[in-house]
């Protein structure tokens, strides 16, 4: 791999992971936002109608390519219990910033991150694609834990409006890099997302399976979509030392 002149990566169990209690804690917070704010009846009640109309909207996402977002969610959840509100409506806005601070003290870094990018920094261009669909707390999160000056593009889905494997997202990154993509790896857990989406996009792809081998949680929860086991013409890393003899 000389001729690679950019290297991409995934956030979430590629670069970072999450508590395995961030989802649960990042529901409490959701459901105490929309109680202060006299929307909440029965929170179990909309618990389970929140939690159906993600895997609606993630699998209409899943199928079209294009991103969706959080407040959809809460609004078709609350209108399932005879709401009428608007997906612009400000409380709802509360509830998923209340959502999403749930994550900013339950992710860390995957061990070896810090190392393998400032020993990358300088010899290629780096940047970072995600999906995710609330751009503000993929920020801050990124932020938080000063991957921020690594990156020359980052890339947020929710930004974008379409989400990986889609090639639109990729098309953006790369555009970004300002690189040919031949000449680009990308590295991420996701299967389906990040290596089948890099390769069909005419990326590298490098499959990292930090996150499988320790069977870690997925953020994403329930709505991983996983996918098919990649060939061995895919190079795989269980660990970020493991990049550079396929490097060099």
């Known amino acids: 791999m000389r001729h690679v002149a950019a290297i ?8 970072i992971e999450a508590n395995a209690g961030a989802l649960n804690e ?3 917070r959701l459901i105490q936002s929309l109680q202060k704010n006299g929307l909440a009846g029965d929170p179990n009640a909309i618990t389970v109608s929140y939690e159906q109309a993600a895997v609606s909207h993630i699998e209409k996402a899943h199928q079209s390519g294009k991103e969706t977002h959080n407040r ?3 609004c078709d959840a609350l209108n399932r219990h005879g709401g009428r509100l608007s997906p612009d409506d400000f409380r709802i806005a509360e509830a998923v910033d209340a959502y999403f601070s749930a994550f900013y003290p339950n992710c860390r870094l995957i061990p070896g991150v810090t190392e ?8 290629y261009h780096l940047g970072l694609l995600s999906n995710f669909t609330h751009p503000q707390a993929a920020m801050t999160i990124i932020d938080q834990l000063n991957l921020t000056p690594f990156f020359e593009t980052i890339v947020i889905s929710g930004d974008v409006g379409y989400r990986k494997p889609h090639p639109r997202i990729f098309d953006r990154f790369v555009d970004n890099l300002k ?5 680009t ?3 991420g857990d996701d299967l389906e997302a990040d290596v089948q989406g890099a390769e069909r996009s005419g990326l590298i792809p490098i499959w990292i399976t ?15 979509s996983g996918g098919e086991l990649p060939g061995n013409h895919i190079p795989r890393i269980s660990a970020w030392h493991e990049l550079f003899p396929l490097l060099h």
Request: net charge positive.
């Open 72 to 74: 959809f969610w809460i």
């Open 210 to 224: 930090y996150a499988r081998d320790r069977k870690l949680p997925f953020t994403s929860g329930k709505f991983f």
């Open 116 to 123: 393998i990018l400032t020993d990358l920094k300088g010899q």
């Open 8 to 15: 991409g990566f995934d956030l979430f169990n590629t670069l």
């Open 26 to 28: 990042a529901m409490d």
């Open 185 to 187: 790896l990308f590295i």
């Open 179 to 183: 690189t040919e993509r031949g000449k």
